[in-house]
């Protein structure tokens, strides 16, 4: 597996400017705010460095059980294109990510997950697109949820708060295997390691800002965020299916689709001069159904 360079070069070009400028933050769009000061109680590179083992380990082992998607695959392909169209944008909500070795990863499992380790190291689940049969945009609404709570540090956050010291013991064998969805094989070895910062869970706060932020992002980059209140529509009638380890912390799909929709007015113009238009000249916004 090798590190997409690419996007970090890209992030670093269109970001450097950003996280070295004294002017302030222009507040178009989601309100920037600061960083919480209690971050610092828990080590950045600590963390960080923690983080790539686990995400190289887990890569690894999928890899030499077939499960990780090889460079070449059509899937891949598309993720990492949107992913280039984001990460530009993230220094806005963390001035580090302009030095983060931003890595897009695809994982042969049913289960409909994605994560973002701490450093930008992101893994989509084959299921999650194929099940929900995604639009660009709504891939751009759920990588930038999952982004931002790299961005926002909600892992650090959560480990100053004690919860990371509780995760190893839920993460033995079996129990890591049903949430990847995978092959036993791949993580029986790694369950020490390997899925710590995926199945954190993170606060209804966290979980809100995490939508918010990742729809301003994904609007910032071209992506429709009105795609946000398509997918947590699909996600609720998934679940209605089936129980979806995605949703089982986060806020319930009307409440955050209520939040999206009180915060369309500026999420919208913002994705309009994306677009280079004007607002009404946006057409509808047109999903597809999910998969039977």
């Not at 600590?46 to 082992?61: C, D, I, N, P, V």
């Not at 990492?80 to 931003?102: E, G, L, Q, S, V």
């Not at 049913?110 to 929900?132: H, Y």
Request: glycine share 8%; aromatic share 6%; proline share 5%.
């Amino acid at each position: 597996m090798k590190p997409l360079a690419y996007l970090v070069l890209a992030a670093s070009l269109c970001c450097a400017g950003a996280a070295g400028a004294k002017d302030p933050v222009v507040q178009d769009g989601i309100a920037v705010k600061p960083l919480p000061s209690y971050r610092v109680l828990a080590s950045e590179e600590k963390l960080e460095r923690e983080a790539a083992l686990q995400y190289t380990e887990l890569m690894s082992r999928a890899s030499e059980k077939k499960a990780l998607a090889p460079a070449n695959h059509p899937q891949l392909i598309r993720l990492r294109a949107i992913a280039r169209r984001i990460i530009p944008h993230t220094a806005r909500w963390n001035p580090d990510a302009a030095k983060w070795d931003w890595q897009v990863n695809l994982l042969a499992s049913k289960q409909v997950n994605a994560f973002c380790m701490p450093g930008g190291r992101i893994a989509f689940f084959t299921g999650i697109l194929s099940t929900l049969n995604l639009t660009d945009d709504e891939i751009a609404a759920i990588m930038g949820h999952e982004i931002t709570h790299a961005l926002r540090e909600h892992g650090r956050e959560r480990m100053v708060k004690g919860t990371g010291t509780q995760l190893a013991s839920r993460l033995i064998g079996a129990g890591v295997a049903a949430y990847f969805g995978i092959d036993p094989r791949v993580t029986d070895s790694v369950a020490q390691q390997a899925g710590q910062f995926v199945v954190l869970k993170f606060s209804r706060d966290d979980e809100r800002e995490a939508d918010l932020v990742g729809l301003d992002l994904a609007a910032r980059a071209g992506y429709d965020p009105r795609a946000g209140v398509a997918l947590w529509q699909k996600m609720a009638a998934l679940g209605k299916r089936q129980p979806l380890e995605f949703m089982s912390t986060h806020p319930s799909g009307a409440d955050r689709i209520a939040r999206i929709n009180a915060h369309m007015n500026v999420l919208l113009p913002r994705y309009a001069r994306a677009k280079g238009v004007q607002g009404a000249q946006l057409p509808a916004y047109r999903t597809t159904a999910l998969s039977n």
